[in-house]
């Protein structure tokens, strides 16, 4: 049974097999050795170029020639026709809006007299997660031919498909619109720690400049398996760490004695730096002793000279990333050296100014968390809105 599920449809609702309502093609991809198959002005689609409802010319990255598109070797697909993506990334669906070729990834499909497109699609969207659990393969995912044909749909009255579709199209369009504002301010919220240290830490300053080899101390004590160490610990890697705020999402309980390599020891206090990759600003104060990576370096800070909390905000900054040399030596990683780190100069006003530097920026960014947490959660109920949508058309709740 090919039905995506049991439910009861509304009085003059049926289920059909899309085998029985339309007929479907098989896609392809012509030869690249044939020249002249290629570089004319018919869009050529795979997969990956079904993104919105409506599938045009300016969604393809390849074009055919007409020798090309009647070459035998893809699917003509006409306007109207259901671009049904079966194989690598299954759940895609959109409509032919142009004249088009399409690729071994898509089984285009032409609607009959009793099923409109923009309907049949909005309902396949709608269950691209049951679509999903569908593929098969062990290299490539792919729907079956018989799973595809056999695949039921509700089919309403033609000028209730109408109605729904024009709704659904009405309906979505707004919530993308939501969408794409709420990602906007998102975005403003995201990048405003990174403004409020850029105008802490600026070169308009005219505070007393200092090497960080001058405040920092590196610890050395470094735990060894071959030193058969025994006990639990708790580990805080790079993958813990959230970047440019020091917050700390995780860690991880380990014994010692099970230990594959070695781990550097840090203690309560101490600064734990992300070197690797450190545009990623992975700067955490220690809230509790453990253990870390070998792509992390642990320090303390001179207390008589520095607060921690301040030389922890500067190098997340985007000064600190200005004026440190990263190291970017062809196929490894960017990185940033002990002597580097060292070397970096830090605006050092007094140690009152610190603090109050610290209190200020520790207020201005937990105001910006807030602001950031509420419109991610924002984002997130707009994004669920359009399958909430697409579930309230197919119970005929529109």
Same mark, same amino acid.
């Given at each position: 049974?090919?039905?995506?599920?049991?439910?009861?449809?509304?009085?003059?609702?049926?289920?059909?097999?899309?085998?029985?309502?339309?007929?479907?093609?098989?896609?392809?991809?012509?030869?690249?050795?044939?020249?002249?198959?290629?570089?004319?002005?018919? &869009?050529?689609?795979?997969? =990956?170029?079904?993104?919105?409802?409506?599938?045009?010319?300016?969604?393809?990255?390849?074009?055919? *020639?007409?020798?090309?598109?009647?070459?035998?070797?893809?699917?003509?697909?006409?306007?109207?026709?259901?671009?049904?993506?079966?194989? *690598?990334?299954?759940?895609?669906?959109?409509?032919?809006?142009?004249?088009?070729?399409?690729?071994?990834?898509?089984?285009?499909?032409?609607?009959?007299?009793?099923?409109?497109?923009?309907?049949?699609?909005?309902?396949?969207?709608?269950?691209?997660?049951?679509?999903?659990?569908?593929?098969?393969?062990?290299?490539?995912?792919?729907?079956?031919?018989?799973?595809?044909?056999?695949?039921?749909?509700?089919?309403?009255?033609?000028?209730?498909?109408?109605?729904?579709?024009?709704?659904?199209?009405?309906?979505?369009?707004?919530?993308?619109?939501?969408?794409?504002? =709420?990602?906007?301010?998102?975005?403003?919220?995201?990048?405003?720690?990174?403004?409020?240290?850029?105008?802490?830490?600026?070169?308009?300053?005219?505070?007393?400049?200092?090497?960080?080899?001058?405040?920092?101390?590196?610890? %050395?004590?470094?735990?060894?398996?071959?030193?058969?160490?025994?006990?639990?610990?708790?580990?805080?890697?790079?993958?813990?760490?959230?970047?440019? *705020?020091?917050?700390?999402?995780?860690?991880?309980?380990?014994?010692?004695?099970?230990? =594959?390599?070695?781990?550097?020891?840090?203690?309560?206090?101490?600064?734990?730096?992300?070197?690797?990759?450190?545009?990623?600003? %992975?700067?955490?104060?220690?809230?509790?002793?453990?253990?870390?990576?070998?792509?992390?370096?642990?320090?303390?800070?001179?207390?008589?000279?520095?607060?921690? =909390?301040?030389?922890?905000?500067?190098?997340?900054?985007?000064?600190?990333?200005?004026?440190?040399?990263?190291?970017?030596?062809?196929?490894?990683? &960017?990185?940033?050296?002990?002597?580097?780190?060292?070397?970096?100069?830090?605006?050092?006003?007094?140690?009152?100014?610190?603090?109050?530097?610290?209190?200020?920026?520790?207020?201005?960014?937990?105001?910006?968390?807030?602001?950031?947490?509420?419109?991610?959660?924002?984002?997130?109920?707009?994004?669920?809105? &359009?399958?909430?949508?697409?579930?309230?058309?197919?119970?005929?709740?529109?």
């Amino acid at each position: 049974m090919m039905k995506t599920d049991k439910r009861t449809l509304p009085n003059g609702w049926r289920w059909a097999k899309l085998e029985d309502l339309g007929s479907f093609d098989s896609g392809g991809t012509p030869s690249k050795n044939e020249k002249h198959y290629w570089g004319g002005d018919i &869009p050529f689609v795979t997969g =990956a170029d079904i993104t919105d409802l409506y599938i045009t010319a300016q969604h393809a990255r390849a074009f055919l *020639t007409d020798a090309g598109l009647t070459s035998g070797k893809t699917a003509i697909c006409k306007p109207g026709t259901i671009l049904f993506v079966t194989r *690598t990334r299954v759940g895609r669906v959109g409509i032919a809006a142009d004249v088009m070729g399409a690729s071994q990834d898509l089984s285009p499909y032409a609607c009959g007299p009793e099923i409109v497109p923009e309907f049949a699609c909005r309902y396949l969207q709608s269950v691209s997660d049951y679509l999903i659990s569908g593929a098969r393969g062990s290299t490539i995912q792919g729907l079956t031919r018989e799973f595809v044909h056999k695949l039921e749909i509700p089919v309403p009255p033609l000028d209730e498909q109408r109605r729904i579709a024009a709704i659904l199209s009405e309906q979505l369009a707004i919530v993308e619109r939501a969408r794409v504002a =709420a990602k906007a301010q998102l975005e403003a919220a995201e990048a405003l720690p990174a403004a409020y240290l850029r105008a802490v830490f600026n070169d308009s300053q005219q505070w007393p400049m200092k090497r960080l080899g001058d405040l920092l101390q590196l610890r %050395k004590e470094v735990i060894h398996p071959y030193d058969k160490p025994s006990g639990p610990a708790m580990f805080v890697g790079l993958e813990h760490i959230e970047s440019g *705020t020091g917050i700390r999402i995780g860690s991880e309980p380990v014994e010692m004695s099970n230990l =594959a390599g070695r781990k550097p020891r840090f203690y309560k206090g101490d600064i734990v730096y992300g070197y690797l990759r450190p545009y990623l600003n %992975k700067v955490w104060i220690a809230e509790f002793d453990g253990l870390c990576s070998v792509d992390q370096y642990v320090y303390s800070v001179d207390a008589s000279q520095a607060d921690t =909390a301040y030389v922890a905000w500067f190098m997340r900054s985007p000064s600190y990333l200005k004026r440190a040399p990263i190291d970017t030596t062809p196929g490894q990683l &960017p990185r940033i050296r002990l002597e580097e780190v060292a070397a970096v100069e830090i605006d050092l006003p007094s140690l009152a100014e610190q603090q109050s530097i610290v209190c200020d920026l520790d207020s201005r960014l937990a105001s910006a968390r807030q602001a950031y947490e509420a419109l991610r959660s924002q984002l997130d109920a707009i994004e669920k809105m &359009p399958a909430a949508l697409l579930r309230q058309a197919f119970n005929g709740e529109l």
